[in-house]
């Protein structure tokens, strides 16, 4: 039934299949940027901390029974630290991407999106109506302030941008929350990939920029990144998050997040604010080593190398398979041209950073 668009997904060679992966590759493709994954200590310490519980699994939505004790606790750390009124753990970042975006845009209001928000969120605004959404040119707060100004509609303004953009590993600029607040637009922030790997605390693009979180800004992050587990959370005014509790279609109909899940999440937190201080040095040096190697200087982990064609991408990853490295090779349509997305990843040692990118030189990836 499917056979001819798969044929044509082949030809542009952007076909994609699940593999797994040789586990003896060195890991520079995933978003495990500090390495998490395989620290049993914070493992150990979730287990432990289920354990204790009469049940391990949620066992039903939030809004029934599946609230517990663990998302509470994490709930509470994250409004401490990054200094938000209230917070609800989700599933996963996708689902707290439809929750935000499909629930806080009301029938009279209209939601100014990045052109490079992630996929979950550009399919949460196809669930409004095609005169609440208005496109803006990546980054580009000109373009966002002109727009706004041109939009004629009567409700609220609503903004949708990346801390750390998935692809470009680029940061949203520091105009864009000047312009929210000065059009007081509800500002939703992903900051999925900034979160954990950027700021004075590793708390994100908040700490970066030392913004003080207001009663429009909604943050949202995930536990699948930097915290080495899975599901998200959302972090806003206490009216927002009651709002979402109420009207959020994932929140409301979804079984609630995994409990050993949180936990990790809560531990890996608790690391990450005990252990700040070495890991920006760690961060600092591998950031130090991209741009000595390769000419690159980026603020965040995702270093995307332009390569334009898929064929090309394709055979570049695999010649560093052959060598014992694993990159993303990506292609459309996650982007517009085909990139070599490499994550400096800090459990990387520095002679082996080194390496790929003396490798990736030879290779002329950057020419």
């Given at each position: 039934m499917y056979s001819k668009e798969l044929s044509s997904i082949k030809k542009s060679n952007r076909f994609r299949t699940r593999e797994l992966f040789n586990e003896n590759l060195i890991d520079l493709a995933s978003n495990d940027y500090l390495g998490l994954s395989t620290k049993k200590e914070i493992f150990q310490k979730a287990y432990?901390?289920?354990?204790?519980?009469?049940?391990?699994?949620?066992?039903?939505?939030?809004?029934?029974?599946g609230y517990s004790k663990i998302h509470k606790q994490f709930e509470d750390k994250l409004c401490e630290l990054n200094k938000f009124e209230a917070a609800v753990t989700v599933g996963s970042g996708f689902l707290a991407n439809i929750s935000m975006i499909e629930a806080l845009c009301r029938k009279n209001d209209t939601i100014f999106i990045d052109e490079e928000y992630h996929a979950s969120g550009i399919l949460a605004s196809k669930l409004l109506k095609p005169e609440q959404v208005i496109v803006f040119n990546h980054n580009d707060y000109n373009d966002l302030k002109t727009k706004i100004l041109n939009n004629k509609r009567t409700g609220r303004n609503i903004i949708a941008i990346e801390g750390v953009y998935s692809m470009g590993g680029d940061l949203a600029p520091i105009e864009i929350f000047?312009?929210?607040?000065?059009?007081?637009?509800?500002?939703?922030?992903?900051?999925?990939?900034?979160?954990?790997?950027?700021?004075e605390n590793l708390l994100g693009i908040f700490d970066y920029y030392k913004i003080t979180p207001n009663k429009y800004h909604v943050k949202m992050g995930t536990?699948?990144?930097?915290?080495?587990s899975y599901g998200a959370y959302i972090l806003a005014s206490k009216e927002i998050i009651d709002f979402l509790v109420n009207r959020a279609k994932p929140i409301i109909y979804s079984t609630a997040?995994?409990?050993?899940?949180?936990?990790?999440?809560?531990?890996?937190?608790?690391?990450?604010?005990?252990?700040?201080?070495?890991?920006?040095?760690?961060i600092e040096e591998n950031l130090?080593?991209?741009?000595?190697?390769?000419?690159?200087?980026?603020?965040?982990?995702?270093?995307?190398?332009?390569?334009?064609?898929?064929?090309?991408?394709?055979?570049?990853q695999g010649i560093l398979k052959e060598h014992g490295y694993l990159v993303g090779a990506i292609r459309q349509p996650t982007v517009k041209e085909a990139i070599i997305r490499l994550i400096a990843k800090i459990d990387i040692q520095s002679d082996v950073l080194t390496n790929i990118c003396k490798l990736l030189k030879d290779l002329n990836v950057n020419k």
């Open positions: 432990q901390k289920v354990l204790k519980e009469n049940y391990h699994s949620p066992k039903a939505s939030m809004l029934v029974n000047n312009l929210a607040d000065e059009y007081k637009a509800i500002l939703i922030v992903d900051e999925a990939h900034s979160s954990g790997v950027i700021g536990l699948g990144k930097a915290y080495g997040p995994s409990l050993f899940d949180t936990a990790l999440g809560y531990e890996s937190l608790k690391f990450i604010i005990e252990n700040k201080k070495e890991l920006k040095k760690r130090n080593i991209i741009y000595k190697e390769l000419g690159i200087r980026s603020q965040s982990l995702i270093i995307p190398i332009l390569i334009g064609d898929n064929k090309k991408a394709k055979e570049i």
